[in-house]
């Protein structure tokens, strides 16, 4: 009678399965997928590979298999989210999806560990979050994260809290970038590509409406997330100011939520969805033309709020706030991006899952970086793989989490460079806890922070709107 009750928990699954059918049909002859999976990789196990899980969640919508059953539960827990078996497929499967519907029905019938739980709590509740970020702060603004990770035991529980605050530590600002490569260019403030900011009706969108329409800027609202704007506020201040010297106009959005991107990947989707609605009227309030966001995972999630709310009331401005989502990276691609002044130095670029393979976007941030003069880029080898941090896979499966980060760690060092650049806050916080733990001298930036900072040398945000004291130390 339990196999029943679980089968009818599977209807959302069952049917987007079914959707796919034609997708998933060539699935058990193909196989091109296993090779770029990391758990698979790793533990060398099919049911670890992306067609393994498809199985699964075949034989569950089937009820030949019991979604409570730890097969399932195990394999469909382990994988990162990271969508990396996504490009490679013939077929288009749309495994993201099917992850997180499968997810969905997993939770449901055994809920996931209290730490998870708790975690999505926090970040459902404004005020929870608050709090939990300005934990953070206090923790990183009196150097304990710092000390912690330096002392405390890398065993067992305290291994856990360990690396939860060398993460915590390394969300400050990278200490160089103020001053890096002034010696090496000879550069100062102002000295070069020197000029003011667009002027109004010059940006992106101003001839849009047709040589006779009044040109109009347009209208960005920036999502400032949630460890983005508790951890990383500076990122969101740099974001704005170099959307505005790119010629847009970025407004704020009250009112705004989380993205639900942890909830999908963590079994609530429900709570997801919620949160999506949320967005999309406090959005739609504020008349925005473009969704700007500067997290790759956050990003990901909100390209998929047409699919979240799919045939509800909300289907079509749903998946109309979704067409309008970009990345920073790409609004600034469309732009140009404007060229700013040399900061000559060396980085290490990652690339995040969620903007790699998720939002299928390579090219724009290092379109970025190449806005920079004397920024050598050093694409990180296998920067296509994932970090193991994946949302908080990194403190919930510490030895495969670990395993796949010692990797990445590995690749990045060999890179070397000043700092290493990479476009979500997971990817800085699991990259940078790594570097600090191995006691390495590189920094760890967004790459609109080093954009800023070559906007803020070539004299770009002279005028007193954008203040002169800059990006903060948030
Ligand atoms: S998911 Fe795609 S690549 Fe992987 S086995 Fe199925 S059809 Fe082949
Ligand atoms: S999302 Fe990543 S870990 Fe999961 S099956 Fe695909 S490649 Fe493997």
């Known amino acids: 009678m339990g196999m029943a009750v679980d089968l009818l928990d599977t209807g959302t699954l ?5 959707e796919q059918r034609e997708r998933l049909l060539p699935c058990v002859h193909s196989g091109f997928c296993l ?7 790793r533990l060398g196990d099919e049911a670890d590979s992306p067609r393994g899980r498809l199985h699964l969640m075949r034989a569950v919508v089937d009820g030949r298999l019991s979604p409570a059953a730890d097969a399932f539960q195990r394999h469909i827990d382990r994988c990162l989210g990271c969508r990396a078996c996504e490009p ?25 560990a209290l730490a998870a739980r708790t975690m999505l709590r926090v970040f459902s509740s404004r005020p929870l979050r608050s709090l939990f970020f300005f934990a953070g702060r206090v923790l990183r603004g009196t150097r304990i994260a710092a000390l912690g990770a330096r002392t405390l035991s890398s065993r067992g529980a305290l291994g856990s809290a360990r690396l939860g605050l060398a993460m915590v530590a390394s969300t400050v600002p990278w200490p160089k970038l103020r001053t890096v490569g002034r010696e090496r260019s000879g550069a100062s403030s102002g000295d070069a590509a020197a000029g003011a900011p667009p002027p109004a009706g010059s940006g992106p969108g101003a001839s849009s409406a047709g040589a006779d329409a009044p040109s109009r800027r347009l209208r960005v609202g920036l999502l400032v997330g949630c460890v983005q704007e508790g951890l990383y506020a500076r990122v969101n201040a740099a974001t704005r100011r170099v959307l505005e010297a790119n010629g847009y106009e970025v407004v704020g959005v009250r009112g705004q939520d989380c993205c639900g991107a942890l909830h999908a990947h963590g079994g609530e989707l429900e709570e997801a969805r919620r949160l999506a609605r949320v967005n999309v009227e406090r959005f739609e309030a504020a008349g925005v033309d473009r969704v700007a966001v500067n997290a790759a995972g956050c990003g990901a999630a909100m390209k998929e709020y047409g699919t979240w709310l799919a045939g509800g009331d909300m289907a079509e401005r749903a998946a109309a706030f979704a067409a309008g989502v970009r990345d920073v990276s790409e609004l600034l691609a469309e732009a140009g991006p404007r060229q700013g002044a040399p900061v000559a130095c060396a980085v290490a670029y990652d690339h995040p899952c969620h903007l790699l393979h998720a939002q299928r976007l390579e090219g724009p941030p290092l379109a970025v970086l190449a806005a920079i003069p004397g920024v050598e880029v050093r694409v990180v080898e296998g920067a296509d793989e994932c970090c193991g941090g994946a949302g908080i896979y990194g403190l919930t499966h510490r030895e495969l989490g670990g395993h796949i980060g010692r990797d990445k760690l590995r690749a990045v060092m060999a890179a ?4 290493l650049a990479t476009p979500n806050p997971g990817c800085m916080m699991q990259i940078g806890a790594g570097l600090r733990l191995a006691g390495a001298r590189q920094g760890v930036v967004h ?4 954009l800023d900072e070559s906007y803020r040398r070539a004299g770009y945000y002279a005028s007193p709107r954008h203040g002169a004291s800059g990006s903060g130390a948030s």
């Open 416 to 419: 070397g460079g000043d700092a």
């Open 35 to 41: 090779p770029a999976c990391p758990t698979y990789n």
């Open 447 to 450: 790459p609109v922070e080093l």
């Open 14 to 18: 069952s049917r987007a399965l079914e």
């Open 88 to 112: 490679t497929c013939p077929s288009g499967v749309e495994y993201g999806a099917l992850l997180e519907l499968a997810r969905d029905v997993a939770a449901r019938s055994r809920p996931p």
